[in-house]
C-alpha cells in the first residue's frame, strides 16, 4: 500500500520544493510573489496523507496554503513569511463537542495573530478563495463541461497539458473531496 501511495503522489507532486516558499528552479518569492498562484500550489504540494490526515474541515491543505502556511512535518504547519507553526493532532476519542470546540480554535489560530505572529502579512492578507474556487454558476459549468467533451471526442490524439493545468485539476479533485 505504501509504495501505491508514494507511486500516486510522484505522479500528483512531481517537483515538490518542500517549503512552500520556494520556486520549484530555487530562490525564494517576494511578498506580493506569496499570493500568486504557483507560491500557492508550492504550498499545497506540501501536504500529503502521511503527514496531513483527519484534519478539520476548516483546515484543509487548501485552506491552508490560502492563508500561507504549508506542511513542515507530520501534523505541523509553518507560515511562510513569520515561520509560526501550529501542531494539530485531534485525539478521536474525544467527545465531539470537544472535538468540534478544538477543530474551531485551530481554525481561528490559523487565520489570526495567535498562530501567526503579530506583524504577519498573512493575517489580513489571505489569498482569494476564488484562486481554486472559481464562482460559476452551475448551469455555465455544465455548458463548458458539454462544449469541451464535444471537442475532445473530436480529437484523434489528445494534447499535451502543462504543470498549470495539471494542478488546477488537482486542486479541483481535493476541493470535491
Not at 507511486?7 to 510573489?33: C, K, Q, V, W
Not at 464535444?150 to 494542478?167: A, G, S, V, W
Given at each position: 500500500?505504501?509504495?501505491?501511495?508514494?507511486?500516486?503522489?510522484?505522479?500528483?507532486?512531481?517537483?515538490?520544493?518542500?517549503d512552500?516558499?520556494?520556486r520549484?528552479g530555487?530562490g525564494?518569492?517576494?511578498?506580493?510573489?506569496?499570493?500568486?498562484?504557483?507560491a500557492?500550489?508550492?504550498?499545497?504540494?506540501?501536504?500529503?496523507i502521511?503527514t496531513?490526515?483527519a484534519?478539520?474541515?476548516?483546515?484543509?491543505?487548501?485552506?491552508?496554503?490560502?492563508?500561507?502556511?504549508?506542511?513542515?512535518?507530520?501534523?505541523?504547519?509553518?507560515?511562510?513569511?513569520?515561520?509560526?507553526?501550529?501542531?494539530?493532532?485531534?485525539?478521536?476519542?474525544?467527545p465531539?463537542?470537544?472535538?468540534s470546540?478544538?477543530s474551531?480554535?485551530?481554525?481561528?489560530n490559523?487565520?489570526?495573530n495567535?498562530?501567526?505572529?503579530?506583524?504577519?502579512?498573512?493575517?489580513?492578507?489571505?489569498c482569494?478563495k476564488n484562486?481554486y474556487m472559481?464562482s460559476l454558476?452551475?448551469s455555465?459549468?455544465?455548458?463548458s463541461?458539454?462544449t469541451r467533451a464535444c471537442?475532445?471526442?473530436?480529437?484523434t490524439?489528445?494534447p499535451?497539458?502543462?504543470e498549470?493545468t495539471i494542478?488546477?485539476?488537482i486542486?479541483?479533485?481535493?476541493?470535491?473531496?
Amino acid at each position: 500500500m505504501d509504495k501505491i501511495n508514494k507511486t500516486i503522489e510522484s505522479l500528483i507532486y512531481p517537483h515538490s520544493s518542500g517549503d512552500g516558499n520556494t520556486r520549484e528552479g530555487g530562490g525564494a518569492y517576494s511578498s506580493n510573489e506569496r499570493r500568486s498562484l504557483s507560491a500557492f500550489y508550492e504550498r499545497l504540494k506540501t501536504y500529503k496523507i502521511e503527514t496531513w490526515f483527519a484534519k478539520p474541515k476548516d483546515m484543509s491543505p487548501l485552506e491552508c496554503a490560502r492563508f500561507g502556511w504549508f506542511n513542515c512535518l507530520p501534523d505541523m504547519i509553518e507560515c511562510t513569511t513569520c515561520k509560526s507553526r501550529i501542531y494539530v493532532n485531534i485525539d478521536a476519542s474525544l467527545p465531539p463537542d470537544f472535538i468540534s470546540e478544538i477543530s474551531n480554535k485551530l481554525t481561528e489560530n490559523m487565520k489570526n495573530n495567535v498562530g501567526h505572529k503579530p506583524d504577519c502579512d498573512w493575517i489580513l492578507n489571505p489569498c482569494e478563495k476564488n484562486m481554486y474556487m472559481p464562482s460559476l454558476l452551475p448551469s455555465l459549468l455544465i455548458n463548458s463541461y458539454t462544449t469541451r467533451a464535444c471537442k475532445l471526442l473530436k480529437l484523434t490524439k489528445l494534447p499535451e497539458i502543462d504543470e498549470d493545468t495539471i494542478n488546477r485539476i488537482i486542486i479541483r479533485y481535493l476541493v470535491m473531496t
